[in-house]
């Protein structure tokens, strides 16, 4: 079975404290990986798309990469509006406009 | 309008209620898509339409579910015989293509009692 598993669940960092998110996918036929930011009671936010093995993307604090089986979010120095759920989801070549999503984990940056 | 826009924002029903939500896309966005999420997890994939056609209904748990998008436009979820079990927070997203780079709305929060 397709599964997405994000750890951990719940971060705290202080503000300038870097870190890393992990998204690990056991797939067939991955088409894209994606990240998003979701902040309470709002909708998913798109932040990244990752095709193949080694491609790493930038925004701002914020860096994603991927390899074959799992994808990292780091984010250096962040400050307290980094605070938020961040998603991983995943896109099969079999199942074209469907992603299948990670529970999430919640960060917290602390002043 | 600038961006998906999703109602009602909330709903509270009873249990056995037929509950109808909402949904308008990014004005020329082709690919609609439908995604439940429960408190505490990601969002779980219902239902996407490329035009006016469910391109993939996989993730309609039961046949309490159905969705239209009779125009290619605006879409509506439609949920009969409502439980308890239903509540979560639903929602729509939009695309140009079929694409992992998604457009959600702020969701309809439904609370079944």
């Known amino acids: 079975e397709d599964q997405v598993t994000q750890s951990p669940e719940a971060l705290r960092l202080q503000e300038g404290e870097s870190s890393s998110l992990n998204c690990s996918y056991t797939?067939?036929?991955?088409?894209?990986l994606f990240w998003y930011r979701q902040d309470p009671g709002k909708g998913p936010e798109f932040l990244f798309t990752?095709?193949?093995a080694g491609e790493e993307k930038e925004k701002e604090r914020l860096k994603a990469t991927l390899t074959k089986k799992e994808s990292f979010l780091h984010i250096t120095a962040p400050k307290p509006e980094d605070s938020a759920t961040y998603l991983c989801?995943?896109?099969?070549?079999?199942?074209?406009?469907?992603?299948?999503f990670g529970q999430g984990t919640t960060l917290q940056v602390k002043p | 309008g600038a961006g998906v826009s999703q109602t009602p924002s909330n709903k509270v029903t009873e249990k056995g209620k037929y509950v109808e939500l909402r949904c308008d896309p990014i004005?020329?966005?082709?690919?609609l898509y439908w995604y439940r999420q429960s408190l505490g997890q990601g969002p779980e994939f219902l239902i996407y339409f490329q035009g006016t056609g469910a391109a993939d209904d996989s993730g309609l748990p039961n046949d309490r579910f159905f969705a239209v998008r009779p125009e290619g436009s605006v879409s509506t979820l439609k949920i009969q015989r409502t439980e308890r079990g239903d509540s979560a927070v639903y929602l729509c997203?939009?695309?140009?293509?079929?694409?992992?780079?998604?457009?959600f709305g702020e969701g309809s929060r439904l609370t079944v009692l």
């Open positions: 997203a939009s695309s140009f293509i079929p694409t992992g780079e998604l457009f």
């Open positions: 989801a995943v896109q099969f070549s079999s199942n074209t406009g469907k992603l299948i």
């Open positions: 004005s020329g966005h082709t690919a």
């Open positions: 797939v067939s036929g991955l088409r894209g």
């Open positions: 990752l095709y193949s």
